[in-house]
């Protein structure tokens, strides 16, 4: 059975797993927004949509992958498990007795 500090490790552990996952999110959509800004000379890949040769053909247009583009639901379901997660790390801490809790660090704010 785990102490109440290796359950908290493995609650930080899924919590910043989490983290990542959001930060993916919004690094793809980010990039994705920056190729939008100019979007006549942009095409998306992956998709059955027909571009233009000069585009395609080109190796330098700036290219959205839709493959790699989350859902609503994904990004929705993963933002619900960083809320989640946070909570499970906080109540992990809140486990911990007091004396032990002086050697690692605090759950995040």
Not at 12 to 21: C, F, R
Not at 52 to 77: C, K, Y
Request: with cysteine; charged share 20%.
């Amino acid at each position: 059975m785990p102490t109440e500090i290796e359950e908290y490790q493995e609650a930080l552990e899924l919590h910043q797993a989490s983290i990542q996952k959001c930060a993916k999110h919004a690094d793809f959509i980010h990039h994705a927004s920056k190729i939008l800004d100019n979007w006549r000379t942009a095409m998306v890949s992956n998709t059955d949509a027909g571009f233009p040769a000069e585009l395609a053909l080109s190796g330098r247009t700036p290219t959205i992958d839709a493959a790699q583009w989350p859902t609503a639901q994904q990004i929705g379901a993963d933002m619900a498990a960083y809320h989640a997660t946070k909570s499970a790390a906080q109540q992990a801490h809140s486990r911990i007795p007091d004396a032990q809790r002086a050697v690692i660090l605090p759950p995040p704010a």
